[in-house]
């Protein structure tokens, strides 16, 4: 990916009335699966955990097996950064599990950024630049504990270089979901029941 090059892999994400976000979540992927079909992977927020599901391949008829929840969101993988694995398949987490992210694009300071927070003791699961997001607004909460979500998330945006689209849930404000995009396209769609995005 580069800024004004053809974009790949997709994200979907849903908030609303539907009671089982995941299967809403798995239909709006497959319609993004030509973007991107080296794993796939859907995050939704149930009994104050995250419940997280990732395969390796297309979608293909997979059903999800998560349970009901309010909102969720979705990734289908086009890899750059690491092979193709449940490991590096989104979403991902931080080490304390309190935030989950999807992630289109390419983060370009990742080497950077891998040896900074490797040296801060973070234990990085994944090969992918995605997961980086995440440890780092980890810092970011640890750094300034009394900053909200949507604070920490804009003090995160402004540490990431390249091209993204990103979608960020926190487990203390399980009623938030952020969205950030640089270089690539996202859309947001509103209606009184729910809401809706897609890359
Ligand atoms: N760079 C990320 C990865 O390799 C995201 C790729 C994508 O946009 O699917 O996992």
């Known amino acids: 990916w580069r800024v004004g090059k053809n974009i790949m892999c997709g994200i979907f994400g849903y908030g609303g009335k539907e009671l089982k976000p995941a299967s809403f979540i798995l239909n709006g992927l497959k319609t993004l699966e030509y973007r991107g079909y080296d794993s796939w992977g859907i ?13 390796v391949g297309k979608i293909g008829e997979a059903k999800t097996i998560l349970p009901a929840a309010v909102m969720g ?10 092979g193709v694995t449940v490991k590096n398949s989104h979403p991902h987490f931080d080490c304390g599990k309190r935030f989950a992210v999807v992630h289109n694009g390419i983060i370009e300071n990742e080497g950077e950024l891998r040896k900074s927070l490797t040296k801060k003791g973070h234990k990085l699961l994944s090969e992918t630049d995605t997961e980086l997001i995440v440890h780092l607004l980890e810092e970011e909460a640890k750094d300034n504990s ?9 003090r995160l945006v402004n540490k990431l270089q390249g091209a993204f689209a990103i979608g960020i849930m926190d487990l203390k404000q399980p009623g938030e979901l952020i969205l950030a995009r640089f270089g690539g396209p996202l859309v947001v769609g509103m209606t009184a029941g729910y809401k809706l995005f897609a890359s």
């Open 73 to 82: 969101m979705g990734h289908t993988r086009w890899a750059t950064h690491g």
């Open 146 to 154: 009394k900053l909200m979500f949507l604070d920490l998330a804009r």
């Open 43 to 55: 995050v939704v927020i149930s009994d104050k955990e995250f419940r997280r599901e990732r395969h």
